[in-house]
């Protein structure tokens, strides 16, 4: 395999098989040899089932059902973990993220030129279509937030691709959404592209922004700010 996709999911049962069927003819129309990781925590509408279902469709998917552990950024890692693959990438399982972007975002690492490559909204030609306001805004902030962390215009994307050597025994702490920006700041890399993205709201199931999460993430962002200087 060259490549191995985690998508973490949490109540994301009528988005995987439209997200899954897109990746799918990606991968075959690039020549990209893929397998997806479901990493999925015990979701009360099942999509853990569905995503077994869609393996015995389509064959190449690896379903992680996690019971009594929950969490964005710790599933990610997991899904990792379950990888054998040089290079792993990470996207959102409610469309949100284009599928169709995955061989722009694989190529530069596949050819050396880049260690890093992310799906980015900031940057000319990126894009946020249908968020409302306050959530663009919020976006923005946790970004200027972040931005003596990393030169990366979009640190926060949830879709992404890294060598696995970039995280290769590095400790990385999962705490939060932004496991990203956690590879970012910790990770052993030289060059990152970014590739611009049309990031679209989810149409089905909902957010699981909460308070909370964005409580985690100003805890996480002093905490690598607090690594950075040290
Ligand atoms: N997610 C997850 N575990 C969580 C929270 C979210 O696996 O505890 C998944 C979710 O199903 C989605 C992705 O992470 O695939 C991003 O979450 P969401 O769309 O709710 O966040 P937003 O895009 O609104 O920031
Ligand atoms: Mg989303």
Redesign the pocket.
Known sequence: MDISIV??????SE?LPILIDRIVKVLEQSGIEGQIIV???D?PDK?WEIANDLNKTYGNIEVVRRQGK???SS??LDGFTESGSPILGV????L?HPPEKIPELVEPILNREADITIGSRYINSGEIEQWPLM?KLS?KLATLAACKLTSVKDPMS?FFFLRREVIENIELNPKG?KIGLEILVRGKYGNVIEVPIKFR??IY?????SQK?IIDYLIHVTRLYIYKIF
């Open positions: 998508i973490p999911t949490y109540n994301e988005n990493v999925d925590d979701s999509t929950r969490g964005l599933a990610v996207m959102d399982a409610d949100s959530r976006s949830g959404f709201d989810r199931g909902e957010t699981k922004l999460v």
